[in-house]
Every structure is written in C-alpha cells, then in structure tokens.
C-alpha cells in the first residue's frame, strides 16, 4: 500500500512542472463567436499576437508572467486594446489543452495548440 501512494506521489510531482510549462507554443486564437481572431506565440517571458484583422492595435508583443495554471499579462497590445489579463490553461476535449484569455469580467478568446 505504501509503494502505491509513494509511487502515486512521485508521479504528482513530476507531472506538475510540464504542466506548468505548457503554455508555451504557437496559439490559433478564436474569438467568442467562434472566429478566427488571430495567432498567440508564447515563449519564455514573451508573446506576441498577430490578429486576423489589419492594422488591428492589439497586435504585436509585450511581457508575460507565468503561472502554474497559465499566464498574466504585463503589456502590450493584448492588455492595453483588449484589456485581456490572464490566460488559463484549460482542459480541450479535441486538442486536450487550451489557453482561455480573459479580462476582468468576461472569457474573450480561447487558443488552441497549432
């Protein structure tokens, strides 16, 4: 019994930091009508945005922190045009991860791996 639960430990505590780092990538973003909003490319303690709009002000770069559940967003054209705060990692049925980007009052855009 006990080599069950120390196994069933080790195996929580590996798993969490791939977790934790799985909201690096390339992002195809869709907005709340389920549209094409744009492309989402996290690495390290950036992001960059390209929107499916031209000439759309919420495209370009800026700052992130991440958490074990997903990011906070410092600046850049996401924050200050969209007013988006965080992305949170969350379950897909069809990709099995997403990143759900959300303001203060509402959930905005959902991204999935591409």
Known sequence: ???IALTAALIAATATPAFAQSF????????ANAAKAGILTIYGGVYGFASTTPADPSSGTGTITGYQDGVAFNDGGLKATREIQAGRIVPDPNTGVAIQLETASAIVMLCTPR
């Open 1 to 3: 019994m006990r080599r």
């Open 24 to 31: 690096e990538g390339n992002w195809g973003c869709r907005d």
